[in-house]
């Protein structure tokens, strides 16, 4: 699963980059990224990984079996400027579909870092058996990564209104992104 890692992507403007799994070192440099989002965008994080001690714990618990987690580093400094996260259930009815959670610093994302991050995760995907992956994002916050991802063969398979709320109370919808998987990678 994770043999072909680390991969090395160059990015429009020349900056390299290497996608590789979380490993426990990466603790600290994980703060740092996850201090860098946003504000309004910490709001919508599913797991509040912007908690040291939230973060510390999922780290001392990383299986791979349960949510497979690639960053993206910069390859001179050693920055973290990407994380994606695949989350598979132990349950049989659902152990064919994976949730996928992508954040990029908003200072790479022109560069289209995520875009890489979500198509080299449709490539586990495929490796592991998935059959479907599904990602929720939240309109009007996260419509670049809707259009990313709807480059890459996902669709909007739904759309929850006023699902969410952001800082201020303001209710926002959820769109319910889905890409069903070929079974190889030539058929992608």
Known sequence: MLKDYPKAIVTQDG?????????????EALKKFFSLIPDAEKWFLIEKFTDSEL??????????DRVLPIVAVVEDSGEIIGNVRLYRSSSPSVKHVAHMRVTVLPAYRH???????????????????????????????????????????FRQEGLLPNYVKDRRGRLRNLIIMVKNLPREWSDF
């Open 55 to 64: 973060l510390h714990e999922w780290i001392e618990q990383l299986n791979y």
């Open 111 to 153: 560069l289209k870092v995520g875009g890489w991050m979500i198509l080299d995760s449709v490539k586990q995907a495929m490796d592991l058996g998935i059959e479907k992956i599904i990602a929720e994002m939240v309109e009007g916050l996260e419509d670049p990564a809707v259009n990313a991802a709807l480059k890459l063969g």
């Open 15 to 27: 900056t390299s980059v290497l996608l590789r799994p979380v490993t426990r070192s990466d603790e």
